[in-house]
């Protein structure tokens, strides 16, 4: 199980997951595992009427249960455990809830051929664990909705609404922008939590449920040993297997070879699509390099704490029908059952520039503590707009922008996008107290300055709201990791380290960025 007190990547342990979940329940930071209840309204129940029944739904109440395709479902004994703990789960005449939303995805056709031959799929099908296709789905954000009903219920009764998957990210808002607790752990405990319908459980010691007689049923009862996991991967994890499923990778199917390519091999033909776009990039790049880049009198977007992530800068997932990708897409006549996620639109550069910042769970600090959601104040107006209305009036005025942060800016995946995005947003700095490697390069990469406050000095101890305007003073010459000074419109100023870490970054900067660079040496070949 992943979570614990701060960051989507720290450990629970599966008999303090209970414990853990309660201190979740209680936080109100805002911040990640930050689950906001109030203690009168932690043991809340609400009826979730679902196919003509009434479930009790209290917090914690499990609606995604994912084997997911990343990661652990290349592994053969751990999927195989999964096929057994269905096999003993469906013996003792335990079900999953019909309104959690179930799926398997293999990383392989492999998967699916040693669990239909072992004779474990059936089992996993009986469950609702039925094959939905080989690659990224839950775990990248392509959960799709959840069942009918549930989402209203969670956002009319506030409930808590939980995932587990057996990927590798979890970061918030990631899976479903409605599970506030998602949980990454085995195939075997994915199934396990499903028959549970619960993450608030210590499973050590609680009954998943009761079995067709009556009994309570423990995870303990149906949970396989090494030996039982051993010998049905010697039966049918077979090599024979790996080479007729990977003799036909290349071949594609019969779809992927009938479509066309284009015959002009030099130039691509943009079309007229929601998915693919020309982006704007080069549109205002000159031959030659500007003298000085500058960033004077900018405003400040984003006031962000410690780990935000690059599924909060540029999520991968559903795109929320009130947001402004959504209000483009139905400008473009696409239905709303059509939108799907941004990751299926990363082509169209229009989309991912409204869908950056678009996490349900971003909380800015310019905008007030206990709201969250990718929304901003417009500081010359005082107006609360999406970040991307409030982007796009900014630049049409022609003000320059920032973003202050905390710690491990741009952790998790290294999505282009997250860099892209704010690129087009017209964000030209970043502050933070740190990056995470690759983002910090990607900023480069696209222009936008990384920097760092000195050690011991936060935005916050520095007495910054976000609602300043910041003047960065940047040398026509800057050097790998110099000292910078930025002045703030009240008066003040402090020092920063300027994340330009070699001197081929210095280069890509002061050329706007790399894909500008690479262009002006062509142009000039």
Same mark, same amino acid.
């Not at 999964?82 to 179930?102: M, N, R």
């Not at 293999?106 to 080989?134: C, H, I, T, W």
């Not at 091999?265 to 998915?275: Q, R």
């Not at 282009?416 to 964000?427: E, F, R, S, T």
């Given at each position: ?13 599966? #008999? ?205 009862? %149906? ?27 290349? =071949? ?79 400008? =473009?006549?696409?239905? =709303? ?15 991912? #520039? ?76 970043? %502050? ?15 222009? %936008?300055v990384p920097l760092t406050f000195k050690p011991g000095q936060t935005a916050e101890s520095l007495g910054l709201t976000g609602k300043e305007q910041f003047t960065i003073d940047l040398p026509a010459e800057p050097k790998p990791q110099q000292d910078v000074t930025v002045k703030v419109s009240t008066g003040s100023s402090f020092t920063a380290t300027l994340r330009l ?25």
């Amino acid at each position: 199980i992943n979570a614990e007190y701060m960051g989507p990547h720290d450990h629970v342990t599966l #008999t303090k997951l209970k414990g853990d979940f309660a201190k979740c329940m209680g936080d109100v930071s805002g911040g990640f595992k930050s689950f906001s209840v109030k203690p009168e309204n932690g043991q809340k129940v609400a009826n979730l009427k679902f196919e003509g029944n009434t479930y009790p739904f209290p917090h914690g109440s499990v609606v995604i249960a994912a084997i997911t395709s990343c990661t652990n479902t290349s592994n053969p004994s751990v999927m195989l455990a999964a096929g057994l703990v269905a096999k003993k789960a469906v013996e003792k005449g335990l079900s999953i809830k019909p309104y959690i939303k179930t799926s398997l995805s293999p990383g392989s056709g492999v998967a699916s051929r040693y669990l239909a031959e072992s004779g474990l799929q059936p089992f996993m099908d009986k469950l609702g664990f039925n094959v939905a296709g080989y690659g990224c789905m839950t775990c990248i954000g392509n959960s799709g909705d959840l069942k009918e009903g549930v989402s209203e219920l969670i956002r009319s009764e506030s409930m808590v609404a939980t995932s587990v998957l057996s990927g590798n990210r979890n970061f918030e808002a990631r899976v479903h922008p409605d599970t506030v607790g998602n949980y990454l752990c085995s195939p075997p405990l994915v199934v396990a939590f499903a028959l549970a319908g619960t993450t608030n459980i210590d499973l050590a010691k609680e009954p998943i449920g009761k079995g067709s007689d009556g009994k309570d049923v423990f995870l303990r009862d %149906i949970w396989p040993s090494n030996a039982e996991v051993q010998q049905v991967v010697e039966q049918h994890v077979l090599p024979q297997m790996f080479k007729e499923v990977y003799s036909t990778v290349t =071949q594609g199917n019969k779809r992927w070879n009938e479509l066309q390519a284009p015959k002009d091999k030099m130039t691509y033909p943009w079309p007229a699509s929601t998915y693919i776009h020309n982006p704007p990039f080069f549109q205002t790049m000159d031959k030659d390099l500007p003298a000085r880049i500058e960033i004077k009198d900018a405003y400040c977007l984003l006031y962000l704490g410690d780990s935000v992530t690059t599924d909060h800068i540029s999520p991968a997932g559903r795109i929320a029908n009130n947001s402004p990708a959504a209000k483009w897409l139905g400008e =473009q006549s696409i239905a =709303q059952k059509d939108f799907n996620t941004y990751g299926a639109r990363r082509g169209n550069d229009l989309v991912m #520039t409204r869908g950056t910042f678009a996490n349900t769970r971003l909380a800015n600090k310019i905008v007030g503590s206990g709201s969250t959601g990718p929304i901003t104040i417009h500081l010359p107006t005082g107006e609360k707009l999406p970040i991307f209305d409030a982007a796009e009036r900014y630049q049409a005025a022609g003000q320059q922008l920032i973003v202050l942060a905390g710690k491990e800016y741009g952790s998790g995946s290294s999505r282009d996008w997250a860099a892209k995005g704010p690129y087009l947003l017209g964000i030209k700095a970043v %502050i933070a107290e740190s990056f995470e490697r690759i983002h910090r390069s990607n900023l480069v990469g696209m222009g %936008i300055v990384p920097l760092t406050f000195k050690p011991g000095q936060t935005a916050e101890s520095l007495g910054l709201t976000g609602k300043e305007q910041f003047t960065i003073d940047l040398p026509a010459e800057p050097k790998p990791q110099q000292d910078v000074t930025v002045k703030v419109s009240t008066g003040s100023s402090f020092t920063a380290t300027l994340r330009l870490d070699t001197g081929a970054e210095v280069v890509y900067w002061k050329n706007g960025g790399l894909l500008h660079y690479v262009l002006r040496n062509l142009l000039s070949e």
